[in-house]
């Protein structure tokens, strides 16, 4: 029996590298899986400051076109439509034809 406690004992030695190894392996995954939480916390600022951005971008742009409408609508478009909707200027009454 004593080559089987020798077979027990390399067992037991090489269960206990592998489990320091895998005790090793998790602390370093556990570091990194906390950098990796903290960087997605930052993308997620970043991506949320991003998206309020744009939507300031979008609405100040349709502000603007919105304006640019009105004003093109004051400008040409209204003016022309009251000239047109005014009856055509009578002579006056007192005015004599030329002979």
Same mark, same amino acid.
């Given at each position: 029996?004593?080559?089987?406690?020798? /077979?027990?004992?390399?067992? %037991?030695? +090489?269960?206990?590298?592998? #489990? &320091?190894? @895998?005790?090793?392996?998790? =602390? /370093?995954?556990?570091?990194?899986?906390?950098? +990796?939480?903290?960087? +997605?916390?930052? @993308? =997620?600022? &970043? /991506?949320?400051? #991003?998206?309020?951005?744009?939507?300031? !971008?979008?609405? &100040? *742009? @349709?502000? *603007? #076109?919105?304006?640019? %409408?009105?004003?093109? *609508? !004051?400008?040409?478009?209204? $003016?022309?439509? !009251?000239? !047109?909707? #005014? $009856?055509?200027? &009578?002579? $006056?009454?007192?005015?004599? $034809?030329?002979?």
């Amino acid at each position: 029996m004593r080559a089987q406690d020798q /077979i027990d004992t390399r067992a %037991i030695e +090489l269960a206990q590298q592998a #489990l &320091s190894r @895998i005790d090793g392996h998790e =602390k /370093i995954c556990s570091q990194n899986q906390a950098a +990796l939480i903290a960087r +997605l916390a930052e @993308i =997620k600022s &970043s /991506i949320a400051g #991003l998206y309020n951005r744009f939507w300031l !971008a979008a609405v &100040s *742009l @349709i502000g *603007l #076109l919105v304006c640019v %409408i009105g004003w093109l *609508l !004051a400008v040409y478009v209204l $003016p022309a439509r !009251a000239e !047109a909707a #005014l $009856p055509p200027p &009578s002579p $006056p009454p007192h005015a004599e $034809p030329w002979s």
